[in-house]
Every structure is written in structure tokens, then in C-alpha cells.
């Protein structure tokens, strides 16, 4: 961390680095990142369990990463 190189965050009073803390878990709580983060296993299954997911990986398979990524980009993949 930056700031453990030169003390500064080490020399921090106790109170304001846990003030500091739930501020910025409020503001992430507020924000519905944590909420959003919920859904990123579920659309990760979606994504590659469904069969367009499968068809892509066997592509990719087929092909390389770069070619089958250019073919989605450009609307050429089936």
C-alpha cells in the first residue's frame, strides 16, 4: 500500500481510520455496488452455461481469443 511505505497511515489516529472506514462503506452500501456484486456469479453462470456461452468457448477453441473476440465485436460470429 502507499502508505505503508512512509508510516503515514500507521501514524493515523485509531478513530479517524474507522471513521474513515465507515464512510467509505456507507458510500459503497449507498451506491448498490454490493448489490450489483451479487449478480456477477449468476450472470457468469448465465454467460457460460448458456448456449451461446458454449458456442463462443468452442470458437474461441477453434480459433484463438483475438479472432473469435473480433468476430462477436464485428457482428461476424453465429
Not at 458510500?27 to 456484486?37: E, F, N, R
Not at 457468469?44 to 473476440?69: L, N, P, Q
Request: glycine fraction near 8%.
Amino acid at each position: 500500500m502507499l502508505f505503508e511505505k512512509d508510516g503515514r497511515m500507521a501514524s493515523s489516529p485509531i478513530n479517524q481510520l474507522a471513521m474513515q472506514r465507515m464512510l467509505i462503506n456507507q458510500a459503497v452500501k449507498v451506491s448498490g455496488i454490493m448489490t450489483t456484486q451479487r449478480f456477477a456469479p449468476i450472470f457468469d453462470g448465465i454467460s457460460h452455461h448458456s448456449a451461446e456461452g458454449v458456442s463462443f468457448k468452442t470458437r474461441v477453441e477453434e480459433v484463438g481469443w483475438k479472432h473469435a473476440v473480433s468476430e462477436r465485436d464485428l457482428g461476424t460470429f453465429n
